[in-house]
């Protein structure tokens, strides 16, 4: 018999999870609670799609390799559908510095390092209309799950049976084989099984930053600037990281990262002219923002509440349910620093196909799922936390007077700024391995691992930045005082809130 998935969200976990099931036969459908794009037009869906489920929305966005190798394999029509609405490919030459483009040599697996880049908003309508037109999966726009409909199993085991919900105004029972929760970070399912069972369990930290952006689209006949004639249009000056993200259709955003403890710079990041002055004090932003090349787009977005929260449904080896599954930001959480979210998702709704497919056992099942999404995805979660727990630290250490490095953390600072980050701008090969890990097609520290990885670190490392000078970037923007005082802010404010132990 053919199996019913219902699945909560048509965000990018939904997408993604309908793309993964669909060749498998299974009868897919979504429960969205928020209408579909009121348009096939890109610039209109990202002005009017009100897809409040969405808080990220207008945030900027990319599918890693890992989540484009997917679709390119699994559905090459969609990529193609991506492409024809002017989302771009970046290719892995485009990561090279100028020193190594100079040498650079394509191989055959270069071109597994492609990301994709857009606004999200383009991104999901594509998706969605690929999704839509796939014949076993149907997307019921206008429904609000409220509660899964259960029943007690046996050993305490909750078996779910599909889900309840409004739609139209009327109370709508959707019964179900499988039950896909792909709600997101403000997904509330979840909670009635965290509640109700006793085999779950949760950990949650702050990831200790906040970010803003804004969009912008070039003027008529203005090309991006040159990626090897201007400075990085990413970098971290520790009281902000930024980057620039390519759009669709003559558009680009800019994200400023600030640290929560930056409570003035954050406060005043809001402020559109705020934003854009701070854009035209970064070297590597100024080609792309100031007014001959482009114009800002609509407001500042802002998006906090960043943690970083892995949740368990299985606990000593007893599943809390039968037939409900989680995924994406519903189960798990990162900082969106790397843009791992979305192939977090498109990864888990992989595991759970194969889940799926192996066993119809509902105990086999839930196990099967719980120990696969940590073999695959554990890795990048603790490592995108232990960075987060350094910058926090960091960022503290900044703003409190009289703070002195300890030598083991000057000389741990120096191996990954001297040593990591100059072998991989002068290796190509190094390059490679280490955007294998950030792309989330190997463990995320394997790379630096192998001997001969290592060895060829230590060696530029023990070289001197002297020798070294050429694989350096230039300075990616002032310093703190210097940045404030620019904007016209307080830069004292925050030093003696941390002095007074605030």
Not at 331 to 351: D, E, H, K, M, W
Not at 429 to 435: I, Q, V
């Amino acid at each position: 018999m053919t199996e019913t998935v219902a699945v909560i969200g048509a965000g990018i976990g939904g997408l993604c999870t309908a793309l993964t099931l669909a060749p498998t036969g299974r009868k897919v459908i979504l429960l969205e609670r928020d209408a579909s794009p009121p348009s096939d037009d890109p610039d209109t869906v990202f002005h009017e799609w009100r897809h409040t489920g969405v808080g990220q929305l207008r945030q900027s966005h990319a599918f890693l390799a890992r989540l484009r190798s997917i679709i390119k394999t699994e559905h090459p029509g969609l990529l193609e559908d991506l492409l024809a609405l002017g989302v771009r490919e970046l290719p892995f030459e485009a990561m090279l510095s100028e020193m190594q483009r100079e040498s650079y040599k394509a191989t055959p697996d270069d071109s597994e390092l492609t990301i994709i880049t857009s606004r999200r908003t383009t991104l999901e309508l594509a998706m969605r209309r690929y999704v839509e037109k796939l014949e076993n999966v149907t997307i019921r726009s206008g429904f609000l799950v409220r509660r899964l409909l259960t029943r007690k199993g046996s050993g305490g085991v909750i078996d779910v049976l599909g889900v309840v919900g409004d739609s139209g105004g009327d109370e709508v029972m959707v019964n179900a084989d499988v039950v896909v929760d792909a709600s997101g970070k403000s997904g509330f399912i979840i909670d009635q099984v965290m509640k109700d069972s006793a085999n779950t369990s949760e950990e949650q930290e702050s990831a200790g930053i906040l970010y803003f952006t804004r969009h912008y689209r070039l003027k008529p006949g203005m090309d991006e600037p040159s990626r090897t004639e201007n400075p990085p249009a990413t970098g971290d000056l520790g009281f902000v990281k930024f980057g620039v993200f390519p759009g669709d259709n003559g558009c680009f955003s800019i994200t400023l990262a600030i640290p929560e403890i930056e409570m003035e710079l954050r406060k005043a990041i809001l402020d559109p002219d705020i934003f854009h002055a701070m854009t035209l004090q970064l070297p590597g932003l100024k080609p792309w923002t100031n007014a001959d090349r482009s114009d800002p787009v609509g407001r500042v977005h802002g998006m906090g509440d960043l943690i970083s929260r892995w949740r368990e449904l299985v606990v000593d080896g007893k599943p809390a349910t039968h037939g409900y599954f989680a995924l994406g930001d519903t189960l798990i959480r990162t900082n969106p620093l790397y843009g791992r979210g979305c192939s977090f998702a498109a990864a888990s709704a992989q595991v759970l196909r194969k889940t799926l497919d192996e066993s119809a056992d509902p105990d086999a099942r839930a196990l099967a799922f719980h120990e696969r999404l940590h073999s695959e995805l554990k890795p990048y979660y603790i490592n995108q936390r232990t960075q987060d727990r350094s910058a926090i630290k960091r960022a503290r250490q900044a703003l409190t007077p009289g703070y002195r490095k300890s030598r083991r953390a000057k000389l741990m600072e120096s191996f990954f700024e001297d040593g990591v980050g100059v072998a991989v701008r002068y290796d190509i090969a190094l390059m490679r391995e280490a955007m294998r890990g950030f792309h989330m097609l190997e463990h995320p520290n394997k790379w630096l691992g192998r001997p001969r990885n290592l060895a060829k670190v230590f060696y530029y490392w023990m070289r001197g930045k002297k020798r070294n000078a050429v694989a350096y970037p230039p300075k990616p923007g002032p310093e703190r005082r210097e940045m404030m005082q620019a904007l016209s802010l307080d830069f004292q404010a925050d030093i003696d809130r941390i002095a007074q132990g605030a």
